[in-house]
């Protein structure tokens, strides 16, 4: 472990020294990434700091013991020696977390869509309750959300919401809620009181910045076209809608929200950079779960990953077998435990996966 830290203060220095050089500033990309490094290695460092102090001063501490030649100093050091055997574990496991190799998508802002599945009306419904459950947790987290398109559905909800989510560490936090969400209510259609099983795909991308993707405008085919759905007549007389086609990839990004065809058009292409940049992600997230049985971070979207079962009050996390009793206030946005849950087992398989490099 010491050698582990050695290694990290020395990179800490170099990347300490790149950061104020002038070519490297003017070079935004390079720039943001190593900065990024920056704020992670100092804090490597500064635990490694915490954790060398206290294996010198157990190495001291025994020292006065084997000395002998004072019984209030051995006394002294005895009960210092204890206190340090104590506190040494917990940070060597603190270290190992830290040097797990991070993510580097995990700390973008994200792009999330929420696509009604089986099910009909009840689908949308469900969609719409899927998308307050994530502006209730984005907004405890103290989190920015935006809507970038939207299709309402028609008995309420969403046939397709996209909304972007701005903080910090917010892919890292959210990624885990990619894949089909399932569940199993009464609808308020259903005369017979019979429970139905609808579903909705969530989608949580990490947001593309304009350096990630090399977009060639000539690329792209942009459409401009009247919004439709509420908005007033200002909105559905004009031509603000804006769809883009990237001819290349055959993708489409649209948003009609605004009023503006100006503030659309940037939002669409938003949009469309991440569905780009996703895809290029996707290979890799493919490579990765190759390599390892990933829960994750396999990328598979067409995986069930959780059930909401109303008449049991019950929320079924599948891919770690966690099951809650606690439905009304996880969909009201508390998927704070789920994602920690989540988080945890993710870092146990990298911590087994990293073992003999740490």
């Known amino acids: 472990m010491i050698e582990k830290i050695r290694i990290i203060k020395q990179r800490f220095d170099e990347v300490s020294d790149l950061i104020i050089q002038p070519n490297i500033i003017t070079d935004q990309k390079r720039y943001v990434k190593l900065n990024k490094e920056y704020k992670d290695l100092n804090a490597l460092v500064q635990k490694g700091d915490e954790y060398q102090n206290v294996v010198n001063n157990i190495k001291e501490a025994n020292e006065i013991i084997s000395d002998k030649s004072d019984d209030e100093m051995v006394e002294m050091a005895k009960m210092e020696l204890l206190e340090l055997n104590e506190i040494l574990p917990k940070l060597e496991d603190d270290l190992k977390f830290m040097l797990i190799p991070k993510d580097p998508e995990d700390a973008k802002n994200i792009v999330v869509e929420i696509r009604a599945g089986t099910g009909g009306d009840e689908a949308s419904i469900f969609a719409g309750d899927l998308y307050r459950m994530y502006t209730k947790f984005a907004n405890d987290k103290g989190w920015k959300t935006e809507i970038e398109d939207i299709s309402e559905g028609t008995s309420?909800?969403?046939?397709?919401?996209?909304?972007?989510?701005?903080?910090?560490?917010?892919?890292?936090?959210?990624?885990?809620?990619?894949?089909?969400?399932r569940v199993q209510r009464v609808p308020q259609t259903e005369t017979q009181g019979r429970v139905h099983t609808s579903a909705a795909t969530v989608m949580v991308l990490p947001e593309a910045e304009e350096f990630d993707i090399d977009l060639k405008m000539s690329d792209v085919r942009v459409d401009y076209f009247c919004a439709s759905g509420p908005g007033g007549q200002s909105v559905n007389t004009t031509y603000s809608a804006v769809r883009l086609t990237h001819e290349p990839s055959g993708i489409v990004a649209q948003c009609q929200d605004q009023k503006s065809q100006h503030k659309n058009k940037d939002k669409a292409f938003k949009v469309l950079r991440t569905r780009l940049y996703e895809q290029e992600l996707q290979k890799k997230l493919e490579e990765d779960s190759a390599k390892r049985n990933s829960l994750v971070s396999s990328g598979d979207r067409s995986a069930k990953i959780r059930t909401y079962n109303y008449p049991q009050g019950r929320v079924t996390e599948h891919r770690i077998g966690l099951t809650l009793y606690d439905l009304s206030n996880i969909i009201n946005g508390d998927i704070h435990k789920i994602i920690e849950e989540l988080k945890l087992h993710e870092n146990a398989e990298k911590l087994k996966a990293n073992d003999d490099t740490i």
């Open 156 to 181: 309420g909800g969403f046939k397709e919401i996209i909304f972007s989510v701005t903080g910090d560490d917010v892919y890292g936090t959210m990624k885990f809620e990619s894949g089909v969400h």
